[in-house]
């Protein structure tokens, strides 16, 4: 057996319901792949303001920083909204990824063809579209420096610095390469080197970084090109290599192409060997919190994403995955993803779908 201790932040709103989904679904898949799971639960987001005072205490990111893997759900709500920055539950996320080092984001997007009528889109454009984004994480325009908010010649100016080192260019654009080469060996890196600097440099690196990548094919674009690419022909892209700032509006355009935002996983990763983050890219929901309503399935392709890029237990990933498959072509649905034909069913009832087809 191929013991690992897995940190699960179930958060707040429907966070915990579909938590316990994706922990029931690791534990079932673990023995037929020779896996053995140690979890433990951590308080993080709105739950541990509650309980401590904070977003994100100490002892849950020590517990994270030892564990080989963070699952999380989800955090956020309504009634914290108020509290200053420093102390809102999404300051939680920010710590998380600090603390584990973490900066580069993976958000696959595929549209499945059980709901290929979900998406906003017609299905002559968005069928087969499966592509992934791989978004910088901690360096660009939301880290830059000088920022802030100063007064001067007798009004206020507002400052953000977008800035990116070689060396945060080159090892991002190495995690999208050696995704291509897991995937369709496509590469399309996303800048705005016809206006901006940095991504001149951007555009260099990723350039030179490519050459060591005989395998896989790259391309560039402007941002603003890529987002109407996104919209009119998203089939053509496999990965899209991008900064934080591009990277963040590109991937919740990519989100949209499949229907519902309540099917998508994603991944946050560091250098080897450091434990992941892994999670939905939906929010708390609170509005359907604790109604047995949530759609589970982003947070089990989250764990199967956790075991793939975290693990390195692709199979057993795989297996997941083709549980959910399965689920979809029996029918069932949570009610963001159902339609006329299907059966609606809760968070509870999808998990023992998903069980069974395991």
Known sequence: MTSYRIALIPGDGIGPEIMAVAQQVLMAIAPRFGLQFA??????????????????????????????GVLLAAVGGEQWDTLPNALRP?????GLRAGLGLFANLRPAAVLPQLIEASPLKAAVVSGV??????????????????????????????NTMAYTETE??????????????????????????????SQLWRERVTAIA???SDVTLSHLYVDNAAMQLVRAPQQFDVILTGNLFGDILSDIAAVLTGSIGMLPSASVGAPG??????????????????????????????AMLLHYGLGQAAAATAIEQAVTKVLDQ?????????????????????????AAL
């Open 331 to 355: 029918g069932l649905r949570t009610g963001d993803i159902w339609a006329e034909g299907t059966t609606k069913v809760g968070c509870r009832a999808m998990g023992e779908a998903i069980l």
């Open 130 to 159: 499966d592509l992934l984004v791989v978004r910088e994480l901690t360096g660009g325009i939301y880290f830059g420096q000088p920022k802030g908010i100063f007064t001067g010649e007798g009004q206020r100016r507002g400052v």
């Open 90 to 94: 999404e300051r939680a996320l920010l």
């Open 169 to 198: 260019i080159d090892r991002i654009a190495h995690v999208a390469f050696q995704a291509a080469r897991q995937r369709r060996g496509q590469v399309c890196s996303v800048d705005k080197a016809n206006v901006l600097e940095v």
């Open 274 to 303: 450091t434990p992941g983050l892994f999670e939905p890219v939906h929010g708390s929901a609170p509005d359907i919190a604790g109604q047995d309503l949530a759609n589970p399935i982003a947070q089990v392709l989250s764990a």
């Open 39 to 68: 979890f433990e639960t951590l308080l993080a987001g709105g739950a541990a303001i509650e309980a401590t005072g904070e977003p994100l205490p100490a002892a849950t990111l020590t517990a994270c920083q030892q564990s080989d």
């Open 211 to 213: 050459a060591e990548y």
